[in-house]
């Protein structure tokens, strides 16, 4: 079983599918992802960026922001919150409904 992840705000999350993903920055190829705790005072605690290819959105690349990387990486230390954290990424990457990304018509 791994370790569940722990926001700065006290929530446990204990599946990836937890977290909330955020279409809202389209334009800028970017997918905010959000702790599961509205009143979460981070609330964005990481993000997913895609580029389009081909008319089609490809993922680029996800992180998790300094403050929630550092304070998982005091809780259950740097290689378990590390190798957690990725693996947390990797699925919500999965997760990702991309027909929620229309790519945006080039300006002619
Ligand atoms: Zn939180």
Do not use: H
Request: hydrophobic fraction near 40%.
């Amino acid at each position: 079983m791994s370790p569940a992840l722990i926001c700065p705000c006290g929530r446990r999350i204990e599946d990836a599918s937890e977290f909330k993903l955020l279409y809202l920055k389209k334009e800028l190829n970017e997918i905010d992802i959000l702790c599961p705790n509205d009143n979460c005072y981070l609330r964005e605690v990481g993000y997913i960026k895609f580029e389009i290819v081909d008319g089609k959105p490809r993922f680029k690349e996800a992180s998790f922001y300094p403050p929630f990387v550092t304070w998982n990486a005091s809780q259950m230390g740097r290689d378990a919150a590390i190798a957690e954290l990725k693996n947390t990424l990797k699925k919500l990457v999965e997760r990702i409904d991309w027909t929620m990304i229309k790519p945006v018509e080039a300006k002619t």
